[in-house]
């Protein structure tokens, strides 16, 4: 069974809150990380294995600095590394995205199971499972909490709004994760030094006989702004001698509102 | 040309429709709506053309060939479809299947020759403005940035799809209700939500009662209370449910980052805490500085007296 986790490299978002927003972010951190919820995803995948034989690959588009964040990745077990380079990358939208990486999954087929976390925390998309699905022709399940796999075939069940859902489906099919689904393994430090000598490949866009310029064509989404939103509530607070009296001030400011 | 409104949830699809109806005014577009359920309701609040889904369809796989279709025969422009997490499913594979950009969780939407969304990114931390070129575009709206409108377009009609079971890899097993907690935050018009002050897990009868006591409030907490705890399903943040109810009551919260911004959309903030200076008091609207397990059931007495 080869399984394929998608991995996306972002600022810690801790680092954030003190960059210059007119200025590119990925450019001023000195390092990035693997996005909490496909290392999620990568642990699903290694717990599978585990079990269920195969190997585990993970695959990213990126730049240098993935290069160095993947590390992560194999030091947590994945047996080899696929990034596709371009210093575009970041730029280029979900849509151009999705090629991208469905150009490299049908490069590395044959693919059992692809794995994604269900948001990537810097652009907040959400999208590359259900467009992947789509573009690879093979069905997505979205918002998987929990999942096994027997005979080539996944039971899943998705964390949707008002209620849990259990489906099934025969493999190739494509996963992406919530937070629930586990708590990632941390790596020991004979395995971080082991995930240097792990292989890992750089494709460049071309080799996967895309045309950057037909990409950034298919790029439609653009980011014109950033800001950091201000809140800006009342801070009232409420006293009076008692408990009571408290609680009574409350009640009657929540009437003025008009929220109660 | 016209704007497309798809939800699975029917209010939110009628705050679709209101959206649609304020982008369409400026633009010449008429507007369009797809459901499977409550055609006359589309009508009522806006859509010039339903097209009611008939039949078996019930995967969002299945919907996505017929939406393609309704989308090119309407000449769609601009699709809106409400994020719910069907919705959030949905929207990008339809993308992927017209090869349309895809802009998601959208708290602002402007139409010209080009479409500008404000969302949130960076774990809500950042408000980015950004804009999408091709036709159509597919757009995802939370609950409560556009209103529902009432009102019924002369000539209005409906259009019965029939939508035949298609073939699908994927078997629906079971269905399973959230136990307690599993309540649709999102919708929620008020919250009362815990934090690590609450001690022990039979304690939330208390902060039940109090919820029972507004006129049946929904119940949020944290996610240390909900991921570590494990004594509610479903945690309020960036990482759980984003909330926009008309109150917000935080109870021994002490205000991360990630669970402000999940409860930025709130209308009033009240925050009960024992800490005066607990960062959650800074994005309150009322602080009440006070032990939670004296002030909620002088709260819930308060509100039962009135």
Redesign the interface.
Known sequence: MRQVVLLKDI?D?NE??GLD?EAD?RQQVSKTRINELDKRALEAALRTKEKNGGEVVVLSLGDDKTKTAILEALAMGADEAYIVESTQARRL???AT?KVLAAALRKLDPVDLVLCGEMA???????????L???LG??????VKEYDVEGGVL?ATR????????????LP?VVSVV??INEPRIPSLMNIMRARKKPQTVWSIEELGLEISNLEQ?S??????????V?S???????AET??E???K??E??RE?G?? | MSVVVYSDDEELRYQLLGGALGVSRGEGLQVVCVTDENPEGCLEHGAEVVYHLKGEAGRVEELVGEFEKMAQESNAQLILVGSTKRGKEFAPALAERLNAGCLTDCVSLEVSDVVTVQRFTYGGSILARETCRGSPVVVTIPPRVFQAVETRPEGGRIIEVEVGKAESRVRLVERREKARGGQNLENAEIIVSVGRGLKAKEDLAMVEELAEALGGASIGCTRPVSADLGWLNEWVGISGKKVSPRLYIACGISGQVQHLSGIRDSKIVVSINKDESAIMNKSSDYVVVGDLYEVVPALVKALKAA
Request: glycine share 4%; with cysteine; charged share 25%.
């Open positions: 600022p978002l954030v809150s927003l972010l939208d979900s849509n999705s925390l810097d652009s907040m998309n959400s999208q590359l499972g259900p467009r699905g789509v573009s093979i069905p997505c399940i979205s918002y039971t964390d949707l709004d008002q209620y849990d859902e259990v489906v099934e489906v025969s099919a937070r629930e298919q439609r989404v653009e980011i014109q702004g950033l800001e950091r939103p809140t509530r009342k801070q009232v607070k409420i006293e408990i009571e408290t609680v009574a409350l009640v400011k929540l509102e929220v109660i």
